[in-house]
């Protein structure tokens, strides 16, 4: 079976439960995934509760075959941060998965990357990460949502269980349930059972 690279972007200010929620899964299997953390010119980033992050890679110099985004406060500065959407988009077109977490999906969208696809994301954060991508369809009331290579999750802790589900489409459902065994953690499975979804969306 290929072993696939996982290419985690961080910036400052990112949501650490969104990174390493989703990178605990992937990396309970090291035979099957490798897991890279990348920045845009940094050698360690402070995430939004302090502790700092080593990079392995800055961007533009590796390809992943997973691509995952993060979120956190820091969003907020970087959808205007022409030089990592631009990266965005290059990486992106060479990975067979691009996944992102809780308000990720801003810098996925205003990337353009996400256009005419559906989505989801934070749901505290939902109005003003849709407005980062007018011509996306937002899905108000998902856990996560799955869409050709894309796959985007709602908030924070919706990231692990958007993990295993990845786990699971690539090496197969047992190998997702091992995952959860290992965690001690009860997934919820079903993608659109979604209790944090506001309600008029």
Known sequence: MKRRTVGALVYPDFELLDLYGPLEMFGMFPEEFALRIVADGANSVPSAQGPRTTVDDLIGVERYDILLVPGGRGTRRDVKNARLL???REAAEGAEIVASVCTGS???ARA???DGRGAT?????????????????WRGRARW???????????????TD?????????????KARQAADWAE???NEDPMNDPF???ET
């Open 86 to 88: 631009a990266w965005l």
């Open 106 to 108: 801003a810098l996925l």
């Open 112 to 114: 353009g990357l996400l």
């Open 121 to 137: 994301t934070n749901k505290l954060a939902f109005d003003w990460v849709a407005k980062q991508g007018p011509k996306v369809d």
């Open 145 to 159: 949502v799955e869409d050709g290579k894309f796959w985007t999750a709602s908030g924070v802790s919706a990231g």
């Open 162 to 174: 958007m993990a295993l589900a990845l786990i699971g489409r690539l090496l197969g459902p047992e």
């Open 185 to 187: 953690y009860t997934p």
């Open 197 to 199: 979804a506001k309600e």
